[in-house]
């Protein structure tokens, strides 16, 4: 897991009786982002471009806040998409989730979907925790 700190010291030339106790660390809260579920949604009729949809879970499980997430689509391995954002007007903040539907192209015949969570511009207590695969 990745951890963050910040380490303050105070630093003198006059002897001490004890050098131990002269720092304090502070750990950097950090956000962690999984995908808590996907299932198969209805595709956006409007846009002919799409043939598959998902309701994708996103949850924060880490102890900060998280800003802008982008959820990169592979299907059958391969990226499908990336520039699918969690409403980037709304913090996900830590323990909240927010669900969202994913429309996408993928070829007939695919089988295997995988989705990730993506905090852009962060780093995240644990990076490797952040996708979800999916086999229909």
Do not use: M, Q, W
């Not at 102890?63 to 969690?86: C, F, M, Q, R, T």
């Not at 852009?120 to 695969?133: K, M, T, V, Y």
């Amino acid at each position: 897991d990745e951890v963050r700190e910040i380490e303050f010291c105070v630093e003198t030339t006059i002897a001490e009786s004890k050098d131990s106790n002269n720092c304090f660390v502070y750990e950097i809260p950090l956000p962690d982002l999984v995908i808590s579920d996907a299932a198969p949604g209805t595709p956006d009729s409007s846009s002919p471009s799409y043939n598959l949809a998902f309701e994708v879970t996103v949850e924060n499980i880490g102890e900060a806040v998280s800003s802008v997430v982008e959820i990169p689509v592979y299907v059958d391995g391969v990226l499908a998409d990336s520039h699918i954002y969690l409403d980037s007007t709304t913090d996900l903040a830590s323990g909240a989730s927010n669900t969202i539907t994913v429309n996408f192209y993928a070829p007939g015949g695919s089988e295997e979907f995988e989705f990730c969570a993506e905090n852009i511009g962060l780093l995240e207590s644990d990076e490797s925790n952040n996708c979800f695969e999916l086999a229909l």
